[in-house]
């Protein structure tokens, strides 16, 4: 168990429909990454937040959009499906810490969440 | 930007047997981290293994050991009496403090056959 949890592990919605998958962190982690891993392929880096701010983005369509809280727990929403957005969402937390060491960078993954677009 | 590059979609080995991945990347950071992580059929995502870029020493853990050569931006993963469960996807990933923007290359698929 990495500690990290995230809802729901399946879901399955039609084409023009719009989700929300969470994700709450480790205890401790500040930092939220999400990731698309499509069939078979690699993982796609999406976002990255830190304490509530955004830090990074890679390849993250206009339709899709996230968020952390105050709590930091992060939900990313995910708008006018298409059958390609049919994948396996993972979120990760880390420590977070610039300045690395100890365990800096190492990422803990949830289980993923499935969606699937009919 | 980091790019991670494996270049070997697939890969099989016998049980007992030991197995080397590749993995190269690119970046003009000096200060990182590297990692392999394992991707089972249950899709869970398993550290296998860490590697600081300022230690010279090679990381490992267990059956699982890493020749990290750093002018040459390599960083392969050897396997060592190999198992059935090794059998997975296996990821190099890279991170620069600086930014904390961890990146994946595409992975090997492993399988361990008996």
């Known amino acids: 168990d990495s500690g990290v949890t995230q809802t729901p592990k399946h879901l399955i919605t039609a084409t023009g429909q719009r989700v929300t998958l969470r994700c709450s962190p480790r205890?401790?982690?500040?930092?939220v990454y999400w990731y698309q891993q499509s069939l078979d392929q690699g993982l796609q880096f999406l976002i990255q937040y830190y304490n509530g701010e955004e830090r990074a983005k890679g390849n993250i369509l206009e339709r899709f959009s996230a968020q952390q809280f105050p709590d930091l727990h992060s939900e990313l929403n995910l708008s006018s499906l298409e059958l390609g957005d049919s994948a396996l969402y993972f979120c990760?937390?880390?420590?977070?810490?610039?300045?690395?060491?100890?365990?800096?960078?190492?990422?803990?993954f949830g289980e993923g969440s499935r969606l699937t677009v009919l | 930007a980091q790019t991670v590059t494996q270049s070997q979609p697939e890969m099989s080995v016998q049980e007992a047997e030991t197995v080397t991945l590749s993995c190269t990347y690119d970046t003009s950071e000096n200060n990182y981290y590297l990692f392999w992580y394992k991707q089972p059929p249950s899709r869970q995502m398993i550290l296998v293994i860490r590697?600081?870029?300022?230690?010279?020493q090679n990381a490992t853990e267990n059956r699982f050991s890493v020749n990290f050569q750093k002018a040459a931006k390599s960083f392969s993963l050897k396997i060592s009496d190999s198992q059935l469960g090794d059998t997975a996807m296996y990821f190099c990933?890279?991170?620069?403090?600086?930014?904390?923007?961890?990146?994946f290359g595409a992975g090997t698929r492993l399988t361990v056959k008996p």
């Open positions: 990760a937390s880390s420590v977070g810490s610039r300045t690395g060491g100890g365990r800096a960078g190492e990422l803990f």
């Open positions: 990933a890279f991170i620069a403090p600086i930014n904390n923007d961890m990146r």
């Open positions: 205890s401790g982690d500040l930092s």
């Open positions: 590697q600081e870029a300022y230690k010279q």
